[in-house]
């Protein structure tokens, strides 16, 4: 019994003394294991994205060109024409194509390109400006209305002759006076061409209607045999009518630009 307690007092010796030694060696490996991950750099750890939450769009990559289908460049004055190339919303044209349509040439010095059009080529002279409308009377016109006043006047100054000297004239005489103003007066209006002229064919109508009108009165009071002073032109109304209309037209005329002239309507 004696000789048991000193071996089990052994064996307890030998157990406390392995269980202090397997906690030294653990707590050295856990400082270990401490100053290794305090030697290494730390690492954020990524969070992981909210469930509503929206990805950030990728970056905007390069604009993508792509040819115009229908538009095309073309140059007043040279013959054909270049492609359009859209980029980004904007429109571009290849240089060397511009200088071939414009027969120009391309010239690189430095960072410059100089891009010169050929001179050969005319380019189209603007629309010319209609001709402006001419004023007065031109001399054609008014050659002819001179004639033709002066039929009429020739007119009138028979008819004041034959009642002062109590000559009879016939429908045949009056006729052949008529014909002579009518051919006056289409002269006169073929030659007009002014805006003046026109304004004043009507006037030197009215004037052959006057005098018309005067020879028709004559000849219907020589029908009836009534009698006709000598002075009855200077107090016939119709007779003024046709002397006051051809000194209106006659300054009207000299003075080269169309008025109107009341005494002949």
């Given at each position: 019994?004696a000789?048991?307690?000193?071996?089990i007092v052994?064996?307890?010796?030998?157990?406390?003394t392995?269980?202090?030694a397997?906690?030294?060696?653990?707590?050295?490996?856990?400082a270990?294991?401490?100053?290794s991950?305090?030697?290494?750099p730390?690492?954020?750890i990524?969070?992981?994205?909210a469930?509503?939450?929206v990805?950030p769009?990728?970056?905007?990559?390069p604009?993508?060109?792509s040819?115009?289908?229908?538009?095309t460049?073309?140059?007043?004055?040279y013959?054909?024409?270049?492609?359009?190339?859209?980029?980004?919303?904007k429109?571009y044209?290849d240089?060397?194509?511009?200088?071939?349509?414009?027969?120009?040439?391309l010239?690189f010095?430095?960072?410059q390109?100089i891009?010169?059009?050929?001179s050969?080529v005319?380019v189209?002279?603007?629309?010319?400006?209609?001709?402006?409308p001419?004023t007065g009377?031109?001399?054609?016109?008014?050659?002819?209305?001179?004639?033709?006043?002066?039929?009429i006047?020739?007119w009138?100054s028979?008819?004041a002759?034959?009642?002062e000297?109590s000559?009879?004239?016939g429908?045949?005489w009056v006729a052949a006076?008529?014909?002579?103003?009518?051919k006056?007066?289409?002269?006169?209006?073929?030659?007009?061409?002014?805006?003046?002229?026109?304004?004043a064919?009507?006037l030197?109508s009215?004037?052959?209607?006057?005098?018309?009108t005067?020879?028709d009165n004559y000849?219907?009071?020589?029908?009836?045999?009534?009698?006709?002073?000598p002075?009855?032109?200077?107090?016939?109304?119709?007779?003024?009518?046709?002397?006051?209309c051809?000194?209106g037209?006659?300054?009207m005329?000299a003075?080269?630009r169309?008025e109107?002239v009341?005494?002949?309507?």
């Amino acid at each position: 019994m004696a000789m048991a307690i000193p071996k089990i007092v052994f064996a307890v010796t030998i157990m406390m003394t392995t269980l202090l030694a397997l906690a030294v060696i653990g707590l050295s490996q856990t400082a270990s294991q401490s100053v290794s991950a305090q030697s290494r750099p730390a690492q954020a750890i990524p969070d992981s994205p909210a469930p509503d939450s929206v990805a950030p769009e990728p970056a905007s990559k390069p604009g993508k060109a792509s040819k115009s289908k229908n538009e095309t460049l073309t140059v007043a004055g040279y013959p054909g024409e270049v492609p359009i190339v859209q980029l980004n919303d904007k429109s571009y044209v290849d240089l060397e194509q511009l200088a071939r349509l414009t027969k120009g040439s391309l010239t690189f010095k430095a960072d410059q390109i100089i891009l010169a059009f050929s001179s050969t080529v005319a380019v189209p002279a603007p629309p010319a400006e209609p001709p402006k409308p001419k004023t007065g009377f031109t001399k054609g016109f008014e050659q002819a209305s001179i004639e033709q006043m002066g039929v009429i006047r020739e007119w009138r100054s028979g008819i004041a002759y034959a009642i002062e000297k109590s000559y009879p004239l016939g429908d045949d005489w009056v006729a052949a006076q008529r014909r002579n103003a009518d051919k006056s007066l289409a002269l006169a209006t073929a030659a007009a061409s002014t805006e003046d002229d026109h304004s004043a064919v009507p006037l030197l109508s009215a004037e052959l209607n006057h005098i018309q009108t005067l020879s028709d009165n004559y000849l219907a009071m020589r029908q009836n045999a009534q009698y006709i002073p000598p002075d009855f032109l200077d107090s016939d109304s119709q007779s003024q009518q046709v002397l006051n209309c051809a000194r209106g037209l006659a300054a009207m005329f000299a003075g080269g630009r169309f008025e109107d002239v009341a005494e002949c309507h």
